[in-house]
């Protein structure tokens, strides 16, 4: 099925340019929805789009604005939705689905025109295996991978044409407060370094070694689901997987780590990867590029002793 | 409170195997509950117990997942009172919307709920979007990523985990909420509730899927190339292996 028109829904300014920019290279029909007033609208008329909507948010959350968007979707005959893979972005994308009675392709690798059909990858299986993915109906709804698109190297005229939804939202759950959450400043999708903590180190004051090892290294600290999720060492924010962060570094040093295959998705696009583990039978030494089998607590302080 | 938990039955994924042809074998992949959920059913128990509730667990899938005594008494032996199953064969239920569907149609039937619980994903497909589909088709409330649930009369207070801050939510029922996996530690079941696990009824649902189409065609599914890695494993922790593993670094990086 063609799309001729593409929606672009995102609540962050740098996922609208990315999306709008990658959805200009499927179609020149973009029409961007942002969560705000007519200023923050304005604020983006050069991300590409054709036309920008603003669906005021002062008394409400946007996912109250669901079925507005859905409204404005079906005025095309076909279309297709982007948004981000954030978890807001994935519970618009399920209602909208939903309303255009469609799927939705979570968390794409990759977006591309064959023969008319837009054809999309996703992980599945905890990493086992790539499915390639196409709808069958007149709309489809995509959350997309971060930085699937690339750089963003296009200049776009400033669209003149702004408007307000034309429906009202429609609230289902009432917000009664909300947290900023102190932010770690670790941002593992874009280091060059990490350091990679598994389960096999036993307490959570060894954290400390790893650290210095980071620190000599230049590198971020990141870990398996297990640390982050049932020890609560480090916050949910650094686990490094599929279902976590997707890292790229040039250097990824795993200690500890047995290797997981959902864990091994989220680092097989790291440039060299080094591994220590007490286990030789470790799945992580087949994806490493230099293992040693052996024990953290002795290899990494003699480590840290030549590289000071 | 009348809660239900949705759990669906996956195929273990170390027991996958690959074929020749890239594609994966499932063949001789034993069933389990999706991982995921059983974080559902754990936060579905205590949710129970606190509103001295009823709850039963409700899987949709084909025959094969869903036939076998074993699953259905590991579901059981988790904590719900009754298990309530769709199963048809002439569905793959391999977009989250047809799930869906199917889920909505299921509930339909029951006479009535409060609360669905679903997990955050499958652990085989890891949409993320059944429990939010499920809720916009039934048009009541849902919330996903939902990291902690505190009953207040007849309505919920949910707090949901962003990326960037936690909202907390006033939640009317009915409504479907999706839990992340660190929302509990699924426990581990007594032997007691094993034994008790066997006598729990078992309720295979009449209920047409004829809705339930899929709309997503999947194309191909193929294991990745795997990236070229070099594998230099040497074995031992001493003086040597240290020093071999700094000339390492130090071509690659220093």
Redesign the interface.
């Given at each position: 099925m063609p799309f001729q028109s593409i929606f672009v829904i995102s609540e962050k300014k740098e996922s609208l340019y990315e999306l709008c920019f990658g959805a200009r290279k499927l179609s020149d029909q973009v029409t961007a929805v942002i969560f705000g007033d007519r200023t923050a609208a304005e604020n983006v008329a050069d991300c590409g789009a054709k036309c920008v909507l603003y669906c005021p948010t002062e008394s409400c959350?946007p996912e109250d604005y669901?079925k507005a968007i859905a409204s404005e979707v079906k005025k095309s005959p076909c279309a297709l939705v982007l948004l981000n893979n954030?978890?807001?972005s994935?519970?618009i994308?399920?209602?909208l689905?939903?309303?255009l009675?469609?799927?939705?392709?979570?968390c794409a690798s990759e977006i591309v025109a064959d023969n008319g059909d837009i054809?999309c990858k996703r992980?599945?299986?905890?990493?086992?295996?790539?499915?390639?993915?196409?709808?069958?109906?007149s709309y489809g709804v995509i959350t997309v991978g971060n930085g699937i698109f690339g750089d963003i190297d296009a200049k776009y005229p400033v669209t003149e044409k702004i408007e307000q939804i034309s429906e009202k939202p429609e609230c289902?759950?009432?917000?009664?407060?909300?947290?900023?959450?102190k932010?770690g400043g670790t941002n593992l999708a874009a280091a060059k370094?990490i350091v990679d903590v598994g389960r096999g180190l036993a307490s959570e004051e060894d954290l400390d070694m790893c650290n210095q090892l980071a620190s000599l290294?230049d590198a971020e600290v990141g870990c398996s689901r297990p640390v982050?999720?049932?020890n609560k060492w480090m916050p949910?924010?650094n686990y490094i997987g599929?279902?976590g962060t997707t890292v790229k570094p040039?250097?990824l040093f795993a200690l500890g780590v047995s290797g997981q295959?959902q864990h091994i998705a989220g680092i097989?696009?790291s440039k060299?990867?080094?591994a220590?583990n007490k286990d030789?039978n470790a799945p992580i030494?087949?994806?490493?590029?230099?293992?040693?089998?052996?024990?953290i607590y002795?290899?990494v302080p003699?480590?840290i002793k030549?590289?000071s | 409170m009348k809660i239900i938990v949705c759990c669906k039955i996956v195929p273990d994924e170390q027991e996958i195997g690959v074929l020749p042809s890239k594609e994966l074998d499932l063949s001789k992949a034993s069933w389990k509950i999706s991982q995921y959920d059983l974080n559902a059913i754990e936060a579905a128990k205590k949710l129970s117990s606190e509103t001295s509730g009823f709850l039963t667990a409700l899987s949709v899938g084909r025959s094969s997942a869903l036939e076998g005594t074993k699953i259905r008494k590991d579901i059981l032996s988790r904590g719900p009172e009754e298990l309530a199953l769709v199963i048809d064969d002439t569905h793959m239920f391999s977009d989250s919307l047809e799930t869906a569907k199917a889920i909505a149609a299921a509930l339909k039937s029951t006479d009535g709920f409060d609360v669905v619980l679903c997990g955050t994903g499958s652990g085989d497909l890891y949409s993320q979007e059944v429990g939010i589909q499920v809720g916009a088709l039934l048009d009541i409330p849902t919330v996903n990523n939902v990291t902690d649930i505190r009953p207040n009369g007849n309505i919920l207070e949910v707090e949901r985990t962003l990326e960037d801050g936690i909202e907390v939510l006033e939640v009317t029922l009915p409504a479907v909420l999706s839990v992340t996996s660190d929302i509990n530690v699924p426990s581990v079941p007594a032997m007691k509730e094993i034994m008790r696990a066997g006598k729990k009824p078992v309720h295979v649902l009449e209920v047409p899927l004829t809705d339930a189409l899929p709309s997503i065609n999947n194309l191909s599914q193929q294991v990745p190339d795997q990236q070229e890695r070099r594998m230099i494993i040497i074995e031992g922790d001493d003086e040597e292996a240290v020093e071999s593993l700094y000339q390492f670094l130090k071509k690659e990086i220093l």
């Open positions: 959350i669901c954030s978890v807001r994935r519970c994308a399920g209602k689905g939903a309303y009675d469609t799927a939705v392709i979570t054809v992980t599945v299986y905890g990493g086992a295996a790539i499915s390639s993915q196409a709808f069958t109906g289902t759950v009432k917000i009664i407060a909300r947290n900023e959450k932010s370094r290294l982050a999720e049932n949910i924010s599929l279902t040039d250097l295959v097989n696009k060299v990867i080094v220590i030789k030494f087949k994806n490493a590029d230099f293992g040693i089998v052996g024990d002795k290899i003699a480590l030549k590289l | -």
